[in-house]
């Protein structure tokens, strides 16, 4: 006998695709703001400021308050400190963001932890009271969730545990999600590190693909509301792995930049939305270093420099937009901010 589901309820349905899908909309992609207290504290000390709550809601109140900002930006992912943080006048960040037209969403995962009896890998914690914190973003105003369980490549890994203790972890909280109202973007993040070639990363991300979709099946989440968050290629191999694993019900991927530098993170998008194969999805961004490099080197912590800081947000959103479409022409956006992003074992 087969085992009884059934989809959420058609108004929850509704509800999920429409975010889903407004998340993507053309030319538009997510401004990644989530990391946590001490990632961005690392970012305050190197322009020379403490980390304290206000010096934190000052760089985001920058970010937030940018003129034209969701010309190309639809949705930002917060920190759970950020839900609650308010500008300088008052207004709460996410009165601000709808007002905007832009969609809030938060960072639900705590961390990665150790993966006992594994070589050195890791699963994401978090799952425990998911739901009742859901709920409560949702309350705030939040529309998405955002989870990210990494996956490093090395002789011997990843392991089939760590796999698919990475598919279901993802999965149960991708249920989770869409059973409070949030549409969940769903992050298995196959690490740049490692010295292994693309034939080799476009094979373990298949992989991990593959889990995460039949785990999400199993667990009957609605795919037309979720979105992916995945790393990237060189471009064809990145929309052949895609091709062989994600459904084309999904209505988006909005990738990772993985330490790449705002450039390349740019082209690399681009060049994915030239590959001459089919797309049944729209390809956009979820960029957080590759978005605000030439922020902080600009801002610098003072206010003084707000304007021409939030200039180089802009140039970073439309080049980003444009590439999203396969229209960004390289070089073009001449940004404050030229250097890799990338950090080994990062986290945020």
Known sequence: MPTYFSYPEPALQKELKTTAEA??????????VDETNEGIG????AVGLQNTENNRRRYRQLLFTTDNLSEHVSATILFDETVYQKTDDGTPFIELLKKKNIIPGIKVDLDAVPLFLSLDEVTTQGLDNLAT?????????????KWRCPLKIG???????????????????ASICQSQGLVPIVEPDVLLDGDHDIVRNQKVSEQALAAVYKALNDHHVFLEGTLLK??????TATVTALLRTVPAAVPGIAFLSGG?????????????NRVSLKRPWALTFSYGRALQASVWKTWAGKDVNTKAAQLELLKRTKANGLASLG????????SAGSKSNYAANHRY
């Open 133 to 145: 914190r859901c709920a409560e973003y949702k309350k705030q105003g939040c529309r998405f969730a």
């Open 260 to 272: 790449l530098s705002e450039e390349e993170a740019s082209i690399y998008l681009n060049a994915i």
């Open 155 to 173: 002789e011997h890994t990843p392991s089939v545990q760590a796999i698919n203790n990475t598919a279901q972890v993802l999965a149960r909280y």
């Open 230 to 235: 995945p790393n990237m290629e060189i471009a």
């Open 42 to 45: 690392k970012l305050l000390a």
């Open 23 to 32: 998340i993507v909309a053309p030319g538009k992609g997510i401004l990644a």
């Open 327 to 334: 229209k960004y022409e390289g070089g073009s956006a001449t």
